[in-house]
């Protein structure tokens, strides 16, 4: 048999998981994700770190702290999508606007942002895609010349 893949595991690891299971810590806020939390804070200069169980949630999160979202508005997003990235939009009442993809990338097409870009647009998600970035650059420019919010999705980046 061949393994699609072997994850990498530090041998400290197992201890840490073991502590995890024997406090009953498994996930949530247990001393392993504050630690991770200050860590962060420190490495970045954040105020506060605040880690989420998953990239649904994380853009659930940002959907929610969007300050001027309300239903009727619309978000681009990539045609090529995971139902969530939507979602997290939808449930706000926001309407996702799909914009196609790049056959080399298969992120979504920098090109065709602009002009799905209407008065009701609040924000851009570029969904980072097979460990393939999105081109940033290009999307921050046009968010910026519009005033739009960009989330980025890099669950699968």
């Known amino acids: 048999m061949i393994n699609f893949n072997v994850p990498p595991c530090a041998e400290k690891a197992y201890d840490y998981i073991r502590e995890c299971v024997k406090n009953q810590k498994i996930c949530g806020d247990g001393p392993f994700t504050k630690m991770c939390s200050r860590w962060i804070e420190e490495k970045t200069g954040t105020a506060k770190c605040l880690l ?8 659930e999160m940002a959907a929610l702290l969007l300050p001027d979202l309300e239903p009727g508005d619309e978000v681009i997003m990539p045609s090529f999508n995971f139902v969530s990235a939507a979602d997290a939009f939808v449930l706000r009442g926001a309407v996702p606007v799909f914009v196609d993809i790049r056959p080399d990338t298969m ?7 602009e002009v799905a870009v209407t008065k009701r647009t609040k924000a851009i998600v570029p969904v980072h895609y097979a460990g393939v970035s999105c081109e940033m650059d290009a999307i921050m420019d046009i968010a910026r010349r519009h005033g739009l919010a960009v989330v980025e999705d890099a669950a699968q980046g």
């Open 107 to 113: 992120n979504i097409d920098e090109n065709l942002i």
């Open 52 to 59: 989420t169980t998953s990239c649904t949630h994380a853009t």
